[in-house]
């Protein structure tokens, strides 16, 4: 068996390199016959004005592609795209039931056999009122510049757009819009032209193959403006409840951010908002306010904020006014005007001869933290000679704090004796 296969071993080989060839010539000479899909064949609609001069709009329920075999040789069939495919839908034959067949052809290769995949080429057609709807086009942007600009709202021409169609359809639009790309690089103003989108209330993409648009191809000019930091004033106003005291009034920031024309950006130093009314709160106020709506006064024109959302922190710590008696010792009053002439024994009420009794009223919190170190005493006795006297004593306290009541000390002047 081995002399047999292994006999004239070159010449078998040749005669089946041989054959080979010859079945590649046979098979580029037939050039057989194939079958190849093509789906998602856009269709061309005809006659269709025959229904729009009806005042009625038509749209395709289910979508207006189709999918076809096409059959043929394979040196033909292996060249076509499903843009070499022509699907038409002559609408003048729409039947009772809604439906229009779709007659798909091979311009280039009419020879070609096509045959519809399932019921594909048979398109459902939905008749509706014809409705319009005008929309303002919303400019957006993508992108971001560099440091010390802003990108501003883009204004597009036309700015309004008519849509017309299907009601069905129409009444999907929610937006008409266009979109337009900022890089890094841009420091001056960007114009372009773009498409115009439309948009359902999802921001969805709404089909307009069955829609009228007075114009898709839109011009849009964006302002790149220059930014400048500025402060914000902001204060309260009002009278808070009787027994409570505004202790203090804090907000952040303190500095905001807006953009434009330098020469406009030189018109404004600072962003001035509305005071804000306190009358009769009663406790801690906490609120968030809104800088664009509550401005004292407006921006230079070509002035905007980079945050039309920013918002001014604001705290206002109100506190109950509350009273409370406080023994100070006599050592700690002060006597302002003493002359070294005389000496000086003070004593309180009640000839107490080691503290006076005050009255003080104010903040709560600073009340529980009262110490000697907290004020100042002093009773003037610069006018007074030899004798004794019941004299006001003047309490100085931090913040928040005073007496409640007029506070006396007994004091007895006497003339230093002499040696």
């Not at 080429?121 to 409705?131: F, G, M, N, P, Q």
């Not at 849009?220 to 808070?240: A, L, M, N």
């Not at 009273?323 to 700690?332: H, N, Y």
Request: with cysteine; proline share 3%.
């Amino acid at each position: 068996m081995r002399e047999r296969l292994t006999h004239n071993f070159g010449l078998k080989l040749l005669s089946l390199a041989l054959a080979i060839l010859v079945w590649i010539v046979v098979l580029s000479i037939e050039d057989p016959v194939y079958t190849r899909e093509f789906s998602d064949i856009s269709v061309t609609e005809v006659n269709g004005d025959q229904i729009t001069e009806a005042g009625k709009a038509y749209s395709y329920v289910g979508g207006n592609t189709v999918s076809v075999k096409v059959k043929g040789k394979t040196s033909v069939v292996n060249r076509l795209s499903k843009d070499d495919l022509l699907a038409v839908a002559d609408l003048s034959t729409l039947s009772i039931t809604g439906a229009v067949m779709v007659d798909v052809s091979c311009p280039k290769y009419p020879s070609l056999e096509i045959t519809p995949i399932g019921s594909s080429t048979a398109l459902k057609v939905e008749i509706e009122d014809l409705v319009e709807k005008s929309l303002n086009v919303k400019v957006n942007t993508n992108g971001k510049v560099s440091e010390g600009y802003y990108i501003g709202q883009g204004v597009a021409t036309p700015n309004m757009v008519t849509v017309s169609g299907p009601e069905s359809v129409v009444n999907k639009i929610n937006e008409a819009s266009v979109n337009v790309s900022i890089g890094s690089g841009n420091t001056t103003d960007v114009t372009t032209n773009t498409t115009l989108k439309l948009l359902d209330q999802s921001g969805d993409e709404v089909s307009s193959s069955t829609l009228n648009i007075s114009q898709t191809d839109i011009s849009v000019t964006v302002p790149i403006y220059e930014t400048k930091t500025v402060p914000v004033d902001f204060g309260v106003t009002g009278q808070v409840a009787h027994g409570y005291k505004m202790v203090s009034a804090a907000y952040e920031p303190k500095e905001v951010t807006v953009a434009g024309r330098k020469e406009n950006l030189d018109k404004i130093s600072q962003v001035t908002l509305k005071d804000y009314d306190i009358s009769g709160k009663n406790s801690k106020v906490e609120d968030s306010i809104s800088i664009v709506q509550n401005l004292a006064e407006q921006l230079p024109d070509g002035v905007v904020f980079t945050d039309k959302e920013a918002t001014v922190a604001l705290v206002v710590d109100i506190q109950q006014i509350t009273e409370t008696s406080f023994e100070l010792p006599l050592s700690k009053i002060s006597l302002k005007g003493s002359n070294t002439a005389y000496t000086y024994q003070k004593s309180g009420p009640g000839s107490s001869d080691k503290a006076v009794t005050l009255k003080v009223k104010g903040i709560s919190s600073e009340i529980n933290s009262l110490t000697t170190d907290n004020l100042t005493a002093l009773i003037d006795v610069s006018n007074y000679g030899e004798g004794e006297y019941d004299l006001p004593l003047t309490v100085i306290f931090d913040d928040n704090l005073e007496l409640a009541a007029d506070a006396y000390v007994h004091v007895e002047i006497s003339k230093t004796s002499d040696e």
